[in-house]
């Protein structure tokens, strides 16, 4: 089983639709961060939580939610999406001082 | 200013031959850290390599090295004996102290093609 775990892989929904991207790990880290990737534009940090009571905004979090329901989870709403929040969302873990890792992505697409 | 710059969008090895990948940061936080991950075809993002910046030496993972110049702000990764399953995108990051909390800077990232 994966260790950082991302729901749904591939996602296709309208314009004005909401839509939650859920991230469950069972590596036991206390952050935990959502991404998105763009072409030619890399990955931008959206939203991260270093604990259950915290949350902070990223690069880029106007037009997005986050919500952590427990240490193992942490996820992601859109609450009208549009069709520029077309990419591919990264949830990754870590422990303080340590690389972060990564979900296997979901793409996001918005018609 | 770019936190991350990687000016290399392709680049292409020899199989068994070794190739650098380019990477530059800015960052006044004297307290930071330098990853290097791969994303292949498939998508998924793996961790290769970290730097403190702290850290005397330069970090090495089997054929993966970090060729780290600090009063340069450029944190190269070296591939050595190159191989097919090599070929991915390579992204730079950055992990800074800022105002608000810790924040993390990925690079546009370098493709590498190797080549039989």
């Known amino acids: 089983d994966a260790d950082v775990t991302q729901t749904p892989r591939n996602r296709i929904t309208k314009t004005g639709k909401r839509i939650m991207l859920e991230c469950s790990q069972t590596?036991?880290?206390?952050?935990m961060y959502w991404y998105r990737q763009d072409p030619g534009l890399g990955l931008r940090l959206i939203y991260y939580?270093?604990?259950?009571?915290?949350?902070n905004k990223g690069e880029i979090s106007d037009g997005y939610s986050v919500s952590r329901q427990a240490q193992a989870k942490f996820s992601l709403s859109l609450e009208s999406a549009i069709p520029n929040q077309t990419a591919l969302y990264f949830c990754?873990?870590?422990?303080?001082?340590?690389?972060?890792?990564f979900g296997d992505g979901t793409r996001l697409s918005i018609l | 200013a770019q936190k991350i710059t990687q000016t290399q969008p392709g680049m292409f090895v020899q199989e068994k031959e070794a190739v650098t990948l380019d990477c530059t940061y800015d960052?006044?936080?004297?307290?930071?850290?330098l990853f290097w991950y791969k994303q292949p075809s498939s998508g998924e993002m793996i961790f290769l390599i970290y730097q403190g910046s702290y850290d005397q030496q330069n970090a090495t993972e089997g054929r993966y090295s970090l060729n780290f110049q600090k009063a340069r702000k450029s944190a190269n990764l070296v591939i050595s004996a190159s191989q097919l399953g090599d070929s991915a995108m390579y992204f730079c990051a950055m992990r800074e102290r800022t105002n608000t909390g810790n924040q993390f800077y990925f690079g546009t990232g370098t493709s590498l093609t190797v080549i039989p």
């Open positions: 939580s270093f604990d259950v009571k915290d949350i």
């Open positions: 990754a873990t870590s422990m303080f001082g340590q690389p972060q890792h």
């Open positions: 590596k036991g880290h206390d952050r």
């Open positions: 960052t006044s936080d004297p307290s930071y850290g």
